[in-house]
């Protein structure tokens, strides 16, 4: 087993293995990895401390405004966004972690459209939330085109999409969910998400 030091380190970083591949080749955890990437100065995560100086910009960067009384980073006080107007609860500590207004959030949740072929020929549009995830179609498929979106252009998108393959619809009942949105296209045809 080779140590780990800076410089076997350095290497692996710069031919951008993962701190998994790191921890396989050293036959370690990837927790010890980390550790050690933290004591060389090469961890590429910032400093986890969080500060009241933290929640502060984290305030005005977010477009929040606080409506109660700040107590101490793990007591819950109620938040005004002013994009949406929303009122909620939150510790300041999920402000500082990256939490936002939950309305606004939903209005940018990233949602895939795709195309994809299935091994019978047929084709399938829709959208998902993971496009290889898609498990029920009980066959073999290929993703021909997706594009990552907005929950509101994907299915904008989608409807624009299904107008143009709507004359090639079939159902034959072969799959196991989705048989509305099967389409046969003949191969001259080309479609893509873009």
């Known amino acids: 087993m080779i140590s780990i030091d800076k410089n076997n380190l350095l290497e692996d970083l710069a031919n951008n293995l993962t701190t998994a591949e790191i921890a396989k080749k050293y036959n370690c955890s990837k ?3 980390f550790r050690i990437k933290s004591k060389l100065g090469l961890s590429n995560n910032p400093c986890k401390r969080k500060t ?7 305030i005005i960067s977010k477009q929040l405004t606080i ?8 007591t819950k006080i109620p938040h005004l966004c002013l994009n949406c107007n929303n ?3 939150v510790i300041p500590n999920d402000i500082v972690g990256g939490h936002g207004c939950p ?6 949740f990233y949602k895939y459209l795709y195309i994809i072929k299935l091994e019978n020929g047929l084709f399938k549009v829709g959208v998902t939330n993971n496009p290889t995830g898609r498990k029920s179609l009980g066959m ?15 299915h904008e998108y989608e409807k624009l999409l299904l107008r143009y393959v709507n004359k090639y619809k079939i159902n034959t009942g072969e799959l196991a969910d989705g048989n509305t949105e099967t389409y046969f ?10």
């Open 31 to 33: 927790r010890t990895v």
């Open 103 to 108: 309305v606004c959030a939903k209005q940018v």
């Open 52 to 58: 009241t100086e933290n929640y502060k910009a984290e």
């Open 185 to 194: 296209i003949p191969e001259e045809k080309e479609i893509s998400c873009y």
């Open 87 to 89: 009122i909620w609860d």
């Open 67 to 74: 409506l109660g009384e700040y107590v101490n980073s793990k």
């Open 140 to 154: 073999k498929y290929e993703i021909l085109s997706w594009l990552v979106c907005t929950e509101k252009s994907a």
